[in-house]
């Protein structure tokens, strides 16, 4: 094999590392836990509502705003990089060194095909985020109808609707993005144990 694989496989598994530890550390303000996502929320109403904000009130906004796109960039970060790993690792059958290595890949297969099927509202891809531009007014009725429901205003069909759906689909997302973090770093500390026993030989 090409001598470019080795160098390409331990690139991949430091860029995977960068993605966990991202998606770990931070979250899109609309999956945060309460009562946090009420104030990531209402603030973020005001934003798009071009409603004034004091000082305090524009730097929280703006911290809650980068920590979802640090989280956009390790989830990016993560679906570039997982494939090309898990490529070189089957194609050189590493998977035969421990069983361990067989879950991590079911935490990490199965999720990169369904992961990124359910996402909340306030995560965009990358790619959507800087060359479609979905970041919208049209983030207001799920915000909206979120608020309603943490002051309890009652809400109408529709809006309960809504926010049942975005409650499943943050509660699958971060299910399985937490899947898949765990599979990556298993995934990491076996290389990291075989690489160092020199089994990881290139075939």
């Known amino acids: 094999m090409a001598p470019w694989v080795m160098p390409l496989y331990i690139f991949s598994g430091i ?4 993605g966990a530890y991202l998606t770990i550390r931070y979250r899109p303000y609309c999956t945060l836990k309460s009562p946090e996502r009420g104030i990531a929320m209402e603030l973020h109403r ?5 409603e004034p904000m004091n000082v305090e009130e524009e730097n929280q906004h703006m911290r809650y705003q980068s920590n979802s796109k ?13 494939p090309i790993h898990i490529l070189i690792f089957a ?19 199965p ?3 369904s992961g990124f099927s359910y996402t909340p509202f306030c995560h965009e891809d990358l790619p959507a985020y800087y060359i479609w ?17 943490v002051k309890s205003i009652i809400l109408t069909k ?8 975005d409650e499943y689909q943050t509660d699958f997302f971060l299910s399985v993005r937490f899947i898949l973090n765990l ?21």
């Open 15 to 18: 860029i995977m590392a960068i």
């Open 46 to 50: 005001k934003k798009l509502m071009n």
């Open 70 to 82: 640090m989280y956009m960039y390790g989830s990016f970060i993560l679906f570039i990089s997982v």
């Open 91 to 109: 194609g050189n059958e590493w998977y035969q060194l421990s069983f361990l290595y067989y879950i991590s890949l079911v935490c990490s297969v």
């Open 111 to 113: 999720v990169m095909i």
């Open 133 to 149: 531009k979905r970041e919208s007014q049209n983030y207001l009725p799920h915000i909206n109808a979120y608020l309603k429901k």
């Open 158 to 165: 529709e809006e309960l609707n809504l926010i049942k759906n």
């Open 183 to 203: 599979g990556v770093i298993l995934h990491l500390l076996l290389d990291v144990r075989f690489g160092l026993n020199g089994r990881l030989i290139i075939n």
